[in-house]
């Protein structure tokens, strides 16, 4: 039996990272994760790289946009992962309601300054640890894993 795993990526400004995270888990999840991402402060629009960078790996930017959690108090996550380090420490809102919640730091690609090539390789490299990491969740799912295993074992990928 498949597990449909909803996961809820979390990033302060819902600009970048958490944006990158639900494309990617909705690319290699299809019909087994189901993904979303908000902030707690959004920015109101995706940073313009985090859409290039999603194009050139071939993942859909459809229905992609910067939103607030509180728009997503009816999704009921699974797992809420963070992706940002200000966002672990903030206070999640109650609706959270019994999903596990783990972080994965992961840098900042829109903050980096150099060269438009070494930008576009952080996001880049961000993309490829996300996909490695879901890569596993998925490989885990297609093996019959029990939806709780699979939540138990996000905290080590």
Known sequence: MKVLLKILF????????SIL???VAQHLG???IIA???????AGKIHPLTFDALKTAGISVAGLRSKSWHELEDFVPDVVITVCDNAANEVCPLW???AEKVHWGLADPSALEGTSESVSLAFQ???????ARLDRIVGMIDRGADKTVVIDSLETL
């Open 125 to 131: 490299n961000t993309i490829d640890t996300l996909m």
């Open 36 to 42: 979303a991402s908000a902030g707690s402060e959004p």
């Open 21 to 23: 995270a639900e494309a």
């Open 96 to 98: 959270f309601g019994k």
């Open 10 to 17: 979390i990033c302060t400004h819902n600009r970048c990272r």
């Open 30 to 32: 299809a019909g087994k």
